[in-house]
């Protein structure tokens, strides 16, 4: 299902974990980026995604498989797909310098796929790269977890 190839999700998030060591402006940046990123692949922003995500993305999704950008969109902005609010949990924000960072978390996806109900658990990582004056997904890398003691959607 298509909205299973998602990376990220926001609304609600966990505290995350940063780095005691980055300068808050490098870690603020990151963050709200990281942030503005997840919101628009609940938004289903195409315009948005297309901007935020470098034309060499690599993206492993749940299964193991390696992808590009356009599978990584299309998967976020399908006709017949919504997505219920989301919630971050054991999230991380790392800085790997001034113009490389990481986000990740855990999170249970749910919504609508292609009209039919799915459930997921993920924990994902988001590489981000500075690309001139903003950022950029890079490298996005999601594992599929057991839903455990959970009824079906």
């Known amino acids: 299902m298509r909205g299973t190839i998602a990376a990220v999700l926001a ?20 963050r709200a980026f990281a ?7 609940i938004a289903q922003d195409r315009a ?48 790997l310098g001034r113009d490389a960072g990481l ?13 039919k109900r799915f459930r997921v658990r993920i924990r994902f990582t988001d590489i981000f790269r500075r690309h001139g004056d903003g950022w950029q997904a890079s490298y996005i890398h999601v594992t599929r977890m057991a839903i455990a003691d959970s009824p079906p959607p």
């Open 103 to 115: 986000a990740g978390a855990e999170a249970i996806l749910s919504g609508r796929s292609a009209g």
């Open 35 to 41: 942030d503005a990123f997840d919101a628009a692949q």
């Open 11 to 30: 609304f609600g998030m966990a505290a995350p974990v940063v780095a005691a060591d980055a300068p808050e402006s490098e870690t603020a940046s990151l």
């Open 48 to 95: 948005a995604l297309e901007k935020m995500v470098a034309d060499d993305l690599v993206f492993i999704d749940g299964s193991g498989q390696r992808l590009g950008k356009a599978a990584f969109i299309a998967g976020w902005t399908g006709a017949d797909d919504d997505y219920d609010p989301v919630a971050l949990t054991d999230r991380v924000i790392l800085p």
